[in-house]
């Protein structure tokens, strides 16, 4: 049976409020992040499981959401992590782009970052793993906008950005993962950014 997965990005941090890139920077919710993850968590249904990024941000993000609809516990994945940015941690887009100027619209990355064919092939077994696991269930994934980002474009779509709390849905048969439907679930009114 196809396992539906419901993969969502982390809450804000004050880093993604700077637009600054956080990458693998483990770095913590907001209170603004801290809150969208509570109106997110009064827009979901019911889970057969739950699993984030060890990460703080997407593991509290995670919690949060558990505790409110009542399931738990979550459980930890490495391979959901961010992407590694190498250098381009802890700088704002100004700073990347006066540094390496065009290449973040050019969709490069620097030298020292991870390759994003293996951070799609880790993410993509991290998936086919989980819902292993929850056979024909609906599962939700705490993760970050890169891994997502880099995801879909492996699986064929166009690239996307995913605000807070915003994700996409998988199903996932056997090794065969097929995108589905791009969801946000914190108000456009929310303060939110497109740093990673």
């Known amino acids: 049976m196809p396992t539906r997965i419901l993969a969502l990005r982390h809450g804000e941090t004050t880093w993604n409020a700077a637009r600054r890139w956080q990458g693998r920077a483990d770095t913590e919710l907001s209170d603004v992040g801290r809150r969208q993850a509570l109106l997110a968590a009064e827009q979901l249904g019911a889970f057969d499981g739950i699993w984030a990024s060890p990460l703080r941000r997407a593991a509290e993000t995670a919690a949060i959401i558990a505790t409110v609809i009542g399931i738990g516990p979550v459980l930890v994945d490495d391979r959901l992590c961010e992407t590694d940015v190498g250098p381009w941690e802890g700088l704002t887009f100004d700073e990347i782009e006066a540094g390496w100027p065009g290449q973040v619209e050019a969709g490069l990355r620097p030298a020292g970052a991870?390759?994003?064919?293996?951070?799609?092939?880790?993410a993509a077994a991290a998936l086919v793993d989980i819902a292993a696991?929850?056979?024909?269930?609906?599962?939700?994934?705490?993760?970050?906008?890169?891994?997502?980002?880099?995801?879909?474009?492996?699986?064929?779509?166009s690239g996307h950005r995913y605000p807070n709390l915003a994700g996409n849905w998988f199903v996932v048969d056997g090794e065969r993962i097929v995108l589905g439907e791009i969801v946000e679930l914190v108000a456009a009114e929310q303060p939110v950014s497109d740093a990673l």
């Open 114 to 122: 991870e390759d994003l064919d293996a951070v799609a092939a880790r």
């Open 133 to 157: 696991t929850v056979d024909g269930g609906e599962v939700l994934v705490i993760t970050h906008a890169g891994l997502l980002r880099t995801l879909r474009r492996a699986l064929g779509a």
